[in-house]
């Protein structure tokens, strides 16, 4: 699936990561927040928030595959909250919007969204609703040529800083769960003030330190009924293609991050000595890495494998529930496995097998628990039992 090009945006992607991200990490951990506005204008200005995005509102108009070789290049970046951050400015909260929106929402909100002049952020989950999107109770009441938005959002990356949210709501109350909810465009800042009706209050988190993550509260906020994302009910549906972007995002990023933890661990126990021999030299070890090894590597032919039924106007649902599943049970496997290796050292704050331990635990619940991917992969074998 990678070709010469494929690998020239991803040493491209490589080499600004290095220049713009890299060198800030540690700060930004400690800070529990990255500069979103001035990372994202960095990549929105080289190209790289609108990779498979339309061209008429700044992206680059490539295919699918080319956004797998974006999320492979930013898994890479060794603190797991700023590549989650910018996964949700390119494949979390705009897929929708590129896909469904009108021309005039398009130039509104993801045009500067592409060229980082705005951060966005997805607003779907809630207190009491979370991996039961049809459960939220946030209301988007219309009025004249208005909706009026009440409600909150819980577990917002980037809330702390976003401009916009992409947001789902309930718009009717006499359609079913799956039929009365829109996606919507929300402002939610402008000059970097909360606007009217809007507050957020920070979370904190065990691990994605760098990425900010917040609840998000909403009093009577009115917004344009233009605003939202193609037809008034079709919310719940354009959210569940959205989240397959998402999952197969997540996925990509966390085989990247867990390549960088074996090939850590190999440095650390070639030079680690125990009983006049390093510590990779037992059969046990080198068996060990080889084997994780190989399990990521068939999760990466998984992911491109669902790619290209995704670029080919097929459904990939179930092999993108699959290769969530996977990325997340590995994601505890592998960093549980290294992070033994490194012995002492291993259960220290300040190395990278300990803060890919704490950051990667995430996937198994954010956008979808491994019981809902589960869920899903049931469904579409034909054997998870009907609801009665």
Known sequence: MMTPEHIALKDSVARLIEREIDPYLDEWEENEIFPAHEVFKKLGSAGFLGVNKPEEFGGMGLDYSYEIAFCEAIGHIRAGGVGMAIAVQTDMATPALAANGSDELRETFLKPTIAGD???CLGVSEAGAGSDVASLKTTARKDGDDYVINGSK?????????DWMCLLANTSEEDGPHKNKSLLCVPLRENGKLLPGISV??????????????????????????????EEGMGFIYQMRQFQEERLSGATRRVSALTDVIEDTIGYTRQRKAFGRSILDNQAVHFRLAELKTEVELLRSLIYRAAGIHMDGGDMTELASMAKLK??????????????????????????????WRDLRLISIGGGADEIML?????????????K
Request: with cysteine.
């Open 118 to 120: 705005y951060v966005v």
């Open 375 to 387: 869920t899903i992969i049931s469904k579409h074998m034909g054997i998870l039992p009907e609801r």
């Open 327 to 356: 990325a997340g049970r590995l994601c505890r496997e592998v960093t549980d496995s290294c992070l033994q290796y490194w012995g002492g050292m291993g259960y220290t704050w300040d190395n990278s097998v300990s803060r890919a």
């Open 154 to 162: 819980m577990w917002i990356t980037n809330g702390m800083q976003a």
């Open 201 to 230: 209050q920070k979370i904190k988190k065990i691990g994605m330190w760098s990425s900010d993550t917040a609840q998000v509260f909403f009093d009577n906020v009115r917004i344009p009924q233009r605003y939202r994302i193609g």
